[in-house]
C-alpha cells in the first residue's frame, strides 16, 4: 500500500436550520485517528451546499472515523441533510 495521504471530498446539502450544526460538526474530525486536516467551502449560490475537503494518513482511517458513530448518532447527524452527500476519494500526485 502506498504511504500517500489520501483526500476525501464530500459535498452536503443541509437543511437550511442545521447549517451552522453541520458545520460545527466537521470539528469532530480533529478527534479522529489518521485525521491530518480539513477545509469546509459554501456554494456561493446555494449556502446550504458545503463541500468538506479531508486529508487523511489513509482511507481506513477515514471509514474507521465514519463507521465510529453509533446508529443513533449516524441518524442525528444524517437528519441535518436535505439530501444524500456525495462522496469521493483521492490521492495526492
Not at 502506498?2 to 458545520?23: D, M, R, W, Y
Not at 460545527?24 to 474530525?29: D, I, R, V, W
Not at 478527534?31 to 449556502?47: F, L, N, P, S, V
Request: one cysteine or more; charged letters at 30%; aromatic letters at 10%.
Amino acid at each position: 500500500m502506498s504511504n500517500k495521504t489520501i483526500v476525501h471530498i464530500g459535498t452536503l446539502h443541509a437543511k437550511p436550520e442545521h447549517t451552522n450544526n453541520l458545520i460545527a460538526s466537521f470539528e469532530g474530525l480533529k478527534q479522529a485517528a489518521g485525521y491530518i486536516t480539513h477545509e469546509c467551502y459554501r456554494d456561493i449560490e446555494d449556502k446550504n451546499k458545503l463541500t468538506l475537503v479531508e486529508e487523511w494518513e489513509n482511507k481506513d482511517d477515514h471509514e474507521n472515523f465514519v463507521n465510529s458513530f453509533s446508529k443513533e448518532e449516524m441518524e442525528q447527524w444524517l437528519n441535518m441533510l436535505s439530501q444524500e452527500g456525495v462522496d469521493s476519494y483521492y490521492e495526492k500526485i
